[in-house]
């Protein structure tokens, strides 16, 4: 076992500042050979910050402290250097060039050649065996932008592993995987780790920390405030720690009165763009009640978020069915369309369809509703204002300000900001896809707090969700889906996860 308890990472000391605020406040950190190493914390408290550090992405000298691999101080001044030292890593951004294909993805600037010649065919042939390798499904030709966000998550997973590198840091590489590939992934782990690759995992999903895990450091406020073994801990512990505050339900029980159908889809048929023959969703109908909070679960790729597209107008092409709100026919020809008509979507995808980076918080909360916040054509600062800082309050949004930009923010605030953007047009329907992917456990009954009462004051809720338990905890009824078809529908009452699971792996043709 000596080989085990080798320290290939070390931190000592770390200290990172950005304006207003204090990252990282002294924090140490290290991970030995063959071992995994877990980082939890809630969003903001400084992982993805310490993750940069090591991969030198923030270089040496804008950080104090010590940065050691394999015993030696390293300075890095790029990712480059990080690699060449044997460090890979999965950001919590996926970083992958949407224009190229997935094997020009994975050898980006390192492609094989002779005398300067990339060699394509060995190219495709490597990422075959890599992907496969991984029990990873995709075509090394496929273009990175056609992929969906899961495939996109796994193409970085296999970029990070092409490097054979000795030490491999993970910032939550499962956000957008199904439960099965989930399962691939934490075999993978194990495999890495049995060949010696010393791996940091940062996941907010405590069931994977504790499925690969040996050892778990909980970071609070920049602080590594406490370390244990996993086999010494269990899941109550890790979030009581990392909260700082005993924590109550998760899902609430609000006295709500369920009305009258809202909105109403009717066999909505939306054939593949690409595949003739096809059919995205097939024969789709449900309705939505308000009040109610309708979750949609299935597996990935089964329709659950081309549902909540196709009803939006975000996904072009014909369609066949009608759609009803409030029992007028309707057929959204876009998304601002189905905005100006009460409805609005968190999408799975916050860069794409969320935010706009470069500005503020507050200016991205109130973007989707500036002709409610207008007088006379005049943007009522103030108002916008208030409305800003509520929301950063309730949502514990951790920013230095509401004027701050989005882009500063951790990955799991900025979640919160596009969740806080579609709350404040006060819709007659939400769609939520994934709402909690990235957000931290305090932060999530918070969530679940607001949607419920939102569904309380009459807004219809569909919810898509790969979490069975936040599906079972906050739906009053659950669609599955397989196949772009609907395979089963159960009520509060009767809907189990192992109903959910048999009915989203039913194909009915
Ligand atoms: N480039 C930046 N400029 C200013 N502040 C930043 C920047 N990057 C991070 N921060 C701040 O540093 C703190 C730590 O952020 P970090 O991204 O490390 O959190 P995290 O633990 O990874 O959270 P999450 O779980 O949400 O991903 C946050 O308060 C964040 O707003
Ligand atoms: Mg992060």
């Avoid at 056609?146 to 495939?151: A, H, K, S, V």
């Avoid at 949502?395 to 930009?405: N, S, V, Y």
Wanted: charged letters at 25%; proline letters at 3%; aromatic letters at 6%.
């Amino acid at each position: 076992m000596a080989s085990q308890s080798t320290t290939v990472l070390e931190l000592r000391d770390i200290v990172k500042e950005f304006p207003g605020v204090r990252a990282l406040d002294g924090v140490r950190f290290d991970v030995c050979r063959g071992e995994v190493h877990a980082l939890c914390g809630e969003n903001g408290a400084g992982k993805s910050t310490l993750m940069k550090i090591i991969s030198g992405l923030y270089p040496f000298g804008s950080y104090a402290g010590d940065l050691l691999v394999d015993g030696a101080v390293r300075k890095f001044s790029g990712i480059k250097e990080s690699q060449a030292a044997g460090v890979a890593i999965v950001f919590q951004e996926l970083s992958l060039v949407r224009e190229l294909s997935v094997a020009e993805n994975i050898f980006l600037g390192r492609e094989p050649s002779t005398f300067g010649v990339i060699d394509w065919d060995d190219v495709h042939q490597r990422t075959s065996a890599l992907l496969r390798d991984l029990g990873f499904n995709i075509s090394p030709f496929a273009r990175v932008g056609d992929l969906g966000i899961g495939q996109q998550q796994m193409v970085e997973i296999a970029k990070a592993l092409a490097l054979n590198a000795h030490i491999l840091i993970l910032d939550e590489p499962t956000s957008a995987l199904s439960d099965t590939e989930i399962e691939v992934f934490l075999g993978m782990i194990r495999t890495l780790k049995q060949r010696g690759v010393a791996c940091v995992l940062i996941t907010h999903k405590l069931n994977e920390v504790f499925a690969v895990s040996d050892r778990i450091t909980v970071f609070r406020d920049g602080k590594s405030v406490v370390s244990y073994l996993a086999k010494d801990v269990n899941e109550h512990r890790v979030i009581a720690d990392m909260v700082g505050r005993e924590l109550k339900d998760l899902y609430p029980r609000i006295e709500k009165t369920i009305h009258g159908p809202i909105l109403e889809v009717q066999n909505l048929t939306v054939p593949h763009p690409t595949i003739p023959g096809r059919d995205l969703l097939h024969d789709v109908s449900f309705t939505v009640r308000k009040g109610e909070i309708l979750g949609i679960a299935g597996l990935m790729g089964s329709g659950r978020t081309e549902i909540l597209m196709s009803v939006f107008g975000a996904l072009h092409g014909k369609r066949k069915g009608a759609i009803k709100l409030e029992g007028e026919t309707l057929n959204f020809a876009s998304p601002q369309d189905a905005i100006n008509r009460g409805l609005a979507l968190v999408s799975e995808d916050r860069k794409r369809l969320g935010l706009v980076l470069e500005d503020s918080v507050s200016r991205n909360i109130s973007l989707a509703s500036l002709a409610k916040l207008t007088r006379f054509g005049v943007l009522d600062d103030d108002g916008e204002m208030k409305i800003a800082k509520d929301f950063v309050k309730d949502l514990r949004i951790k920013t230095p300000g509401i004027e701050a930009q989005v882009k500063n923010l951790s990955g799991g605030n900025q979640q919160k900001v596009v969740l806080a953007k579609w709350m404040l047009t006060k819709p007659k329907v939400l769609f939520l896809d994934e709402p909690t992917r990235g957000i931290d456990v305090g932060a999530r009954a918070e969530i679940y707090r607001i949607v419920g009462e939102m569904a309380r004051d009459g807004v219809a809720v569909v919810m898509v969700s790969s979490e069975l338990p936040e599906v079972l905890g906050l739906s009053d009824r659950v669609l599955v889906m397989c196949g772009g078809r609907v395979t089963g529908e159960f009520s509060r009452d009767e809907a189990t996860q192992e109903q959910i699971m048999a009915a989203a792996t039913r194909f009915s043709h």
